[in-house]
DNA sequence: GAGTGGTCTAGACCACCAC
DNA sequence: TGGTGGTCTAGACCACTCA
């Protein structure tokens, strides 16, 4: 049973292996066909939120067992790379749906909001990297970055507070509160045509935009948190007095192959929300 | 081969059950080995960092072939209950061993730090609790808390700020720095014969104190991070100024079945630290 | 060499979903 | 009703560890 188990010789598939990042040679088959399925995924051959081809038919592709294939989806699973549906098939995972939207989003209201966040484009340009940003996005010499600007901002929570801020000093948005600053830098060439009006005009998530109109993923991200004081212009946006204690958190995102892709630093008030972490 | 698989009946073992919490009547075999597992381990039969019964021997315990022994462990090593070593065995897991130290504590050097961290007790007292507190560890009508207060120092960098504080206002500890102010609240009834004594004593992680003196497994838990305001006495012991932005992380610990067993709020500098997340 | 976990296969049946 | 993933089994061989 186990004599057609190849050792040297890879698995032969139909699919054309792609130039980039050489495989493994010795790994065990269900990695090797995880590689594979990764591969297949960045090539586009199924699109976020379709379904991939059923274990059987994979496991005929591969000329392997299903339960082989199964171990390699089930890790790819456990990535949220892929999502299984009994019943139904494995899918592509997606920032599309609820559930998985704003999945790297950790700041969660200290009390359960009905509402979610607004969002508010404050600019997008192009621009030269600093030395920082261009090593951490491994950009290619001279490359540009597209920096972005935007306020998230939350309903108030005006339940307990309606006496308190009728002097605001503010004359719009009395029921709305800026939260979050962010600023994003992405790679000039993987976003080409990513322009204001663009974003201005998206109804969405972010990240699905960039999934569906650039090809880019974002599969994991790391992030560094610190504490720091409000700057003036800072302190300006978010309203809150220069030198108020904010949550900075840097954001490395990458897509398959650990390609870094995009570059964000989060100013956060955490006045009535906080960063949410799980530790397992 | 299926039809002594069993539905409705659940599968028969030799321990005897645990009084607390029933099991989920239909559910599949290897969650039942799961959770018969874990409760195997909650009542100790098996301790930290020792190897449990090998998969043929649980596979015969519970009557049910290895793969389904494979697949709830496999489940418990992703929830960091158990380790596997290939051609060794499955251990319990621990706070002992170095990698496994320290698991929840997110705070890294900014650049790479040979030497790790130093503790220092302030206090260890038990008191009544807050009623948040009280709530949040479930306690019992009128069971007392411990509270321990501590610091965790590190290593000056001082590679390039030696000219610096030549005439810094400290005078001993002038190569360490405080980084974490903690404050833990535990429940009385499990920690029982805690004291300053015993703690000032053990050399090594809390975590480890824990389970291995008072059988309380740390296995997840919760964190919330804000940015605050240093007051006074946070100040004073972390020597920053009062005001400035300090990283609030507010944990609530779990041991098996989810029963929170410490509620600790620590305060760090993020100076030449941050507090690092990966998310997936 | 004996024992452990790790991989792979083949085949059966179940639960769920869509048509 | 047919197809999907989900569970379970039985058995083979491999890789690793330790005495």
């Given at each position: 049973m186990q004599d057609n188990v190849v050792m040297p010789a890879p698995v032969v598939v139909s699919t054309p292996p792609l130039p980039d990042q050489a495989a493994p040679s010795f790994s065990p088959l269900y990695q090797q066909i995880k590689a594979l399925l990764v591969r297949s995924l960045q090539a586009g051959e199924w699109q976020p939120g379709q379904a991939i081809a059923s274990e059987q038919e994979l496991a005929a592709r591969f000329k392997v067992s299903q339960g082989t294939v199964r171990k390699a989806i089930d890790e790819m699973a456990a990535d949220n790379l892929l999502v299984r549906r009994q019943g139904r098939g494995t899918f592509v995972a997606t920032h599309a749906e609820a559930g998985t939207?704003?999945?790297?989003?950790r700041l969660t209201p200290d009390r359960p909001a009905a509402a979610g966040l607004q969002r508010r484009l404050l600019d997008c340009r192009s621009m030269r990297p600093g030395a920082d940003v261009a090593i951490l996005l491994a950009l290619a010499p001279g490359e540009p970055v597209l920096q972005v600007r935007r306020l998230l901002l939350a309903a108030e929570d005006t339940s307990m507070f309606n006496?308190?801020?009728?002097?605001?000093?503010?004359?719009?948005?009395?029921?709305v509160r800026p939260v979050v600053l962010d600023e994003l830098w992405l790679p000039g060439a993987a976003f080409k045509g990513l322009s204001a009006e663009r974003l201005q005009a998206w109804q969405g998530p972010m990240y699905r935009l960039f999934e569906a109109e650039?090809?880019?993923?974002?599969?994991r991200a790391e992030e560094k948190i610190r504490a720091v004081a409000a700057g003036p212009d800072e302190a300006a946006l978010l309203r809150v007095p220069v030198g108020a204690p904010l949550l900075s958190v840097e954001r490395l995102s990458f897509t398959y192959?650990?390609?870094?892709v995009e570059l964000r630093r989060g100013l956060y008030h955490t006045g009535a929300h906080h960063y949410r972490n799980e530790l397992i």
């Open positions: 939207q704003y999945r790297f989003l006496a308190m801020n009728a002097t605001s000093d503010t004359t719009d948005d009395e029921t650039f090809a880019v993923r974002m599969i192959g650990d390609r870094p």
